[in-house]
C-alpha cells in the first residue's frame, strides 16, 4: 500500500525537486551578482561579464547531463551525479570574501570569472544538470506519465519565474547577504536529500530495462527509453533558432523600454518573468489551441507595433509598454510552442535540452556582445522581430 502510495507521487516528488533546483539556480545568480556589484561600482560590464559565466556553466551542466545520458548505464548516472552534489558542497557557504575580489581599477573580467568559478561553479554547475537528468530518470521510472516527462520542465520554470520574483521583492529586502548565502546552503542541502529520494526512486522502479545489475550498467540510459531515430541536424538547428529568438527578444524589449520609453526600476524582471511564462504554459501539457491562437494573434500585434511606430498616432508610454511586453510574450509562446510541440522522445531528452540552452545562450551573446559593436542604435530588437515573424509557421498541424 505505502509502495502504491508512494509510486503514484513520483510526479509530486520529481516536481518538488525540479521546482527547487531550479528557483536555487535561479537564486544565486542574483545573489553572487548582488555580492560582487558593490564591490566593483556596479558597472554593466560586471553583470554582462556574470550573466556570460553563468550561460556557459548552464550549457556545460547540459552537456555533461547529456553525455552522461547518453555513455553511462543508469546507475554509474546516479552514483556519478549524486557523488558530484555531495563534492559540490566543498564551495559552501556561498559568500565571496572580499580580499578575493578583483581589484575595480585593472580589467575585472578574468579576477570576476575565476571568482565566481571557485565560490559558485560546483553547485551551479551541478544543479544545471539536475533538470534534464531528473527528467530522464523519470521516463525510467514506469510511471504512467513516464513517457512524457517533459510536463516537469514547467515545474522547473514556475521554480525560476518565482526566484525572480521573490528576491527583488521580499529576499533582498529583508535578509542581509550573509544570511542569503547561509540559507541558500541549507536549501542545496535539502535538494540533494530529495535527489537522493529521486535517485532510489529511479532504481526501484526501472521496467523498461533488463533488471539484471551486469547488464543494466552496460546500457546507457538513454538508450532504454526508445528505439527513435536520434534527431537529424535541421531538427537540432531548429531547436537553436526558436530558442536563439525569444532569448535575444528578450534582452532587446528591455533594452529597447529603458532606453527609448522610460526607464522603470527592475522593469527587467517584466520581460524574464514572462519568459519564463510562456515556457511554463507550453510544457504544462496545455491544450493545443493556446498555441495555435498565439501563432495567430503574433502578426497582429507586430502589426500594431510598425503601426503605432510608423505614424503620428499619440499613444500614451503605458500602452506602447503593454503592447511591447504583449507582442514580446506572443512571440515566446510561438516559439517556445513550436519548440515544446517538436520535442523529442525521452530518449533525446538530454541532446533536446543541450541544444535549447545553445539557442538561449546564443541569443544571450548576440545581445550582450554582437549588437553593441555593432549597431548604433538598439537596432537589435526590430531586426530579432523580424526574425521570430518569419519563423511563425505557415500552418498548424496537430501532432
Not at 555580492?35 to 566593483?40: D, E, F, G, T, Y
Not at 529576499?171 to 532510489?200: D, K, M, N
Not at 527578444?249 to 519568459?275: E, R
Request: one cysteine or more; aromatic letters at 12%.
Amino acid at each position: 500500500m505505502l509502495g502504491r502510495l508512494f509510486f503514484t507521487s513520483l510526479p509530486v516528488l520529481f516536481s518538488l525537486t525540479l521546482f527547487m533546483s531550479a528557483g536555487f539556480l535561479f537564486l544565486v545568480e542574483l545573489m553572487i551578482a548582488k555580492m560582487i556589484l558593490p564591490l566593483l561600482g556596479g558597472t554593466p560590464a560586471v553583470w554582462n561579464t556574470c550573466m556570460m559565466f553563468f550561460q556557459v556553466i548552464l550549457l556545460a551542466g547540459y552537456g555533461y547531463a547529456h553525455i552522461s545520458g547518453t555513455k553511462a548505464g543508469i546507475t554509474r548516472q546516479i552514483l556519478i551525479h549524486l557523488t558530484i552534489l555531495l563534492a559540490a558542497c566543498i564551495a559552501l557557504p556561498i559568500a565571496i570574501p572580499r580580499h578575493w575580489a578583483p581589484s575595480a581599477e585593472a580589467n575585472p573580467i578574468g579576477g570576476i570569472l575565476l571568482l565566481l568559478l571557485i565560490s559558485v561553479g560546483p553547485p551551479f554547475f551541478v544543479l544545471s544538470a539536475t533538470a534534464p537528468l531528473l527528467q530522464q530518470w523519470f521516463s525510467r521510472t514506469g510511471h504512467r506519465s513516464a513517457g512524457d516527462p517533459y510536463f516537469l520542465y514547467s515545474a522547473s520554470n514556475l521554480g525560476s519565474m518565482l526566484a525572480l520574483i521573490s528576491y527583488p521583492t521580499w529576499i533582498e529586502p529583508h535578509f542581509r547577504l550573509a544570511q542569503q548565502g547561509l540559507s541558500w546552503s541549507l536549501g542545496y542541502v535539502v535538494i540533494l536529500a530529495l535527489t537522493a529520494l529521486c535517485a532510489a526512486a529511479t532504481k526501484r522502479y526501472l521496467s523498461l530495462c533488463p533488471p539484471e545489475e551486469t547488464l543494466e550498467d552496460r546500457i546507457p540510459a538513454a538508450a532504454c527509453v526508445g528505439d527513435d531515430p536520434p534527431p537529424t541536424y535541421a531538427e537540432r538547428g531548429r531547436w537553436i533558432l526558436l530558442a536563439f529568438v525569444p532569448s535575444s527578444l528578450m534582452l532587446g524589449v528591455t533594452t529597447f523600454l529603458s532606453t527609448d520609453v522610460a526607464a522603470i526600476p527592475l522593469f527587467w524582471v517584466i520581460p524574464l518573468s514572462l519568459y519564463l511564462l510562456s515556457f511554463i504554459i507550453v510544457f504544462a501539457r496545455v491544450p493545443a489551441w493556446v498555441h495555435t491562437n498565439a501563432v495567430v494573434l503574433f502578426p497582429f500585434s507586430i502589426t500594431a507595433l510598425i503601426v503605432m511606430h510608423f505614424t503620428d498616432i499619440d499613444v500614451p508610454k503605458w500602452v506602447s509598454f503593454i503592447l511591447h511586453l504583449v507582442n514580446f510574450f506572443l512571440c515566446c509562446m510561438v516559439c517556445h510552442g513550436e519548440i515544446a510541440r517538436r520535442r523529442p522522445a525521452a530518449g533525446h531528452l538530454t541532446a533536446f535540452y543541450l541544444w535549447i540552452s545553445t539557442g538561449g545562450m546564443l541569443g544571450g551573446i548576440f545581445n550582450s556582445l554582437v549588437a553593441p559593436v555593432t549597431f548604433t542604435t538598439v537596432f537589435e530588437y526590430p531586426l530579432i522581430l523580424v526574425l521570430g515573424a518569419l519563423l511563425l509557421p505557415l500552418r498548424y498541424k496537430k501532432e
